[in-house]
Each structure stands twice: as structure tokens, then as C-alpha cells.
T-cell receptor, first 110, second 116 residues
Framework: KQEVTQIPAALSVPEGENLVLNCSFT??????LQWFRQDPGKGLTSLLL?????REQTSGRLNASLDKSSGRSTLYIAASQPGDSATYLC?????????FGKGTMLLVSP | GAGVSQSPRYKVAKRGQDVALRCDPI?????LFWYQQALGQGPEFLTY????????KSGLPSDRFFAERPEGSVSTLKIQRTQQEDSAVYLC??????????????FGPGTRLTVL
């Protein structure tokens, strides 16, 4: 059974810092990996989707990498802003469904 | 519509009551998914439809949970005889292609169910 682990569980940084969120998964037989953002009381917003054949994806200040063989992904956020405060979820697509980690709760203080 | 919508946004039920949660996917989207998210946890898969066919219901936690999508568009998740452990946010997602979960899913805002 696929298991997804996210480290750290929570992170608090001052505005302007660059930061890295980590995700690991136990079964490397995946179709893709997605990073989502979830604001309190809201649904999930897809940030980046990396196909299993790709190594990384970039969108603005966000960069996600995927090392499928080692079962790891990182989400890099450059020049963090208070508006980046949210929970970030990593999810991998296996045979039939998305499997999510528990998320990293990020707080960026002004 | 512009996105996936869910109703109601909040539902409070007494233990033992039946509830019905509705999902309106993005117009034309073939695939529809339901997830359950307990407090402090990531979402967990419940069930998956392709058009009106329920292709995977392996995540439904008990036979009290039932989902349908009779016309291949709107879906309803029904929970019978609700229990306190059913308290969670129920998320719906849809995707445009028929290939299954490997295609990008777009999520609704969720329905927060509280069972007293």
C-alpha cells in the first residue's frame, strides 16, 4: 500500500526566506506527483503536476522536483510571502487513485 | 460552471441521521472522485466514477456509505446512520479525461460534516 510522508509537519519562517518542503513515497510505480495548496476551510488548489517521466516543474516562485527511483519530491518556494501561508499537500497517483500525505502547515510572518 | 461546486458547505447531523452531499463537477468532465479528509490528515480516496459508472469504491469505509452519479454529471454521496467518526470534510474532484486518476483533478471547496 502506497504511503506518502511529508516533512516537516509545520514550518514557520519570516517573509523573504527561501524554503523547501519534502515529500517521500514508498511505491515508485506512480503516474505522476502533484503538489496542492489548501487554505483553511477551502478545497485544494493544484500548484504543480510532475509526470513520472519528468524531473521537475516550475511555476513562478515555485519549483518542484521528482526523483521517482528514490521516492522523493521537494517543493521549493523562493522569496516567501505572507500570502504563501497555507497547508501544502503532496499526492502521488498510483493504479487507481491519488494518495496524499498529511501536509506541511506553512506560516510566513511579515 | 467555472469550477467544482459542492453543497451544502457545512452540515451538522445528529448521530443516526442520514445525510446527502452533492457535487457538481466542471461541465463536461468525465471523471469524478470523492475523498474524505479528517482533521489534520490528508484526503483519503473514497470512490471514483467515469461518467455514470462507479469504477472503484474500494475506499468507502463501510456499507453505510453510498455514492451515485446516475446521469454522468452531478454526484451524491450518501451516508446512512451517521456516526461521530464520520465527521470530516468531504471533497469532490473532477477531471476532464477518461483515463482515470492519472489525469489532473480539480477540487471543490468541500462539505464539512459534523456529527454530534
Amino acid at each position: 500500500k502506497q504511503e506518502v510522508t511529508q516533512i516537516p509537519a509545520a514550518l514557520s519562517v519570516p517573509e523573504g526566506e527561501n524554503l523547501v518542503l519534502n515529500c517521500s513515497f514508498t511505491d515508485s510505480a506512480i503516474y505522476n506527483l502533484q503538489w496542492f495548496r489548501q487554505d483553511p476551510g477551502k478545497g485544494l488548489t493544484s500548484l504543480l503536476l510532475i509526470q513520472s517521466s519528468q524531473r521537475e516543474q516550475t511555476s513562478g516562485r515555485l519549483n518542484a522536483s521528482l526523483d521517482k527511483s528514490s521516492g522523493r519530491s521537494t517543493l521549493y518556494i523562493a522569496a516567501s510571502q505572507p500570502g504563501d501561508s497555507a497547508t501544502y499537500l503532496c499526492a502521488v497517483t498510483g493504479y487507481s487513485t491519488l494518495t496524499f500525505g498529511k501536509g506541511t502547515m506553512l506560516l510566513v510572518s511579515p | 460552471g467555472a469550477g467544482v461546486s459542492q453543497s451544502p458547505r457545512y452540515k451538522v447531523a445528529k448521530r443516526g441521521q442520514d445525510v446527502a452531499l452533492r457535487c457538481d463537477p466542471i461541465s463536461g468532465h468525465v471523471s469524478l472522485f470523492w475523498y474524505q479528509q479528517a482533521l489534520g490528515q490528508g484526503p483519503e480516496f473514497l470512490t471514483y466514477f467515469q461518467n455514470e459508472a462507479q469504477l472503484d469504491k474500494s475506499g468507502l469505509p463501510s456499507d453505510r456509505f453510498f455514492a451515485e452519479r446516475p446521469e454522468g454529471s452531478v454526484s451524491t454521496l450518501k451516508i446512512q446512520r451517521t456516526q461521530q467518526e464520520d465527521s470530516a470534510v468531504y471533497l469532490c474532484a473532477s477531471s476532464s479525461l477518461a483515463g482515470g486518476p492519472e489525469n489532473e483533478q480539480f477540487f471543490g471547496p468541500g462539505t464539512r460534516l459534523t456529527v454530534l
